[in-house]
């Protein structure tokens, strides 16, 4: 049988910024039977160039590890490599996880007599190159973090001393990373000038400058952080000038944003904005919908949590987990770890998938040449069964179909062209279909 996964129909356009509006044009396309909607507005004209912004790397959703949701501005090099360790050890490196990045407030206030960045001396003593190599030395990936502009975020909120941002210094920048060995920029806007051409100019400098060591480098772009009334970085298509681009502002561990949390979201408000652009992603660019926030705090409970990792795999999203690795549960390490999960995240069509219906959530995604995963997810207050039509997902509704759940390996059978699943509140069942 050949599957005709739903969520085709739409690869490549931006279709809305609601979800429900994305759902309809879902319907839309399949009534009209068109193979791709074409692009609506200016927000699909992919800015810097067909190819990828950085040759040969992330030819699938990178997997790593970010300092900032467990430390912030306290992080140091025990702490990073205590992290590498723990990602060797717990199994994440052998699950694919590969890059250990080391956010903002590493950087010593000023730069050196050469005009070069230098580490903090006293919270990175041994400096960043030592600190590379060490995760190097454990078949790790290393990466660092820097603002676009004068400063970095905290720089530019005033929680951190100095006005060290790459700006007007990205090719000494870029150099200096290189030699370090740095294999993953992390680069904040952390501004409220948000002309657009000027941040096509600054992003792009940075990305030249990095093509120009001839080093492969991750570049990872956040044009929205500090840019009060939009998200540049979902209003453009950034897919030639960065390997990955934030989409949200900071996504917090919570379920919902809830009233009064000015600028961050929560988990579904995140899943609502990226929803409508998840076209742009493919192999070396990837639509970024921001940190893992599993095993982060104590607001998610692990259903939430699976709602997550499944949802960023329905995306074919980098999976940079936040969470203190060195004391982790073993439950915390099930749901990064979970191989059914991450095999969805890292197909290597790497192809978003896309929302199907909106009441029940269900989404479905392309898998390779004919596999097809559906997502069905519960955000009410009740436990729910859940089902899913075979026309739905585009099948003929007498087909035999099975299903499999990625997390509990449970198996469904199509039953009168519908496939149902009973889902726990905030949870979501991944089916592989067959
Ligand atoms: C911004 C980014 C965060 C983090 C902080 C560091 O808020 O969105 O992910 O990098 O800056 O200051």
Known sequence: MTLVPADRRIGGSRVSRTAVVSTALVLLC????????APDDVGDARIGGDGPAIAGLADTPPLGWNSWNTFGCDVTEQAVRAQADAMVSSGLRDAGYR???????????????AGRLQADPTRFASGIKALADYVHARG???????????KTCAQYLGDYPGATGSGGHEDIDAQTFADWGVDFLKYDWCSSESSHQRQVTAFTKMRDAL???????????????????SVPGADYNWGGVATMTRATNDLIAQWTSGTGSSGSQGITDTIDAVAPIGGRTGAGAFVDPDMLVV??????????ERTQMSMWAMMAAPLMAGNDLTTMSTQTRGILANTAVLGIDQDPAVRAGAMVDGNPEIWSRALGEKGLVVSLTNRGNHPKSMAVSLSTLGLNGDATVSAVDAWTGKRYQASGGEISVSVGVGDTALLSIH
């Open 211 to 229: 093509r120009a060591t001839g080093r492969p480098i991750v570049y990872s772009i956040n044009p929205n952080s500090g840019v009060a009334n």
């Open 99 to 113: 890059y250990v990045v080391v956010d903002d407030c590493w950087m010593a206030p000023t730069r050196d007599a």
């Open 295 to 304: 095993g982060v705090g104590n607001q998610l409970t692990p259903s939430m």
């Open 30 to 37: 399949a009534l009209l039977g068109v193979v791709a909607c």
């Open 140 to 150: 790790l990936k290393f990466g660092i973090y820097n603002g676009a502009q004068d």
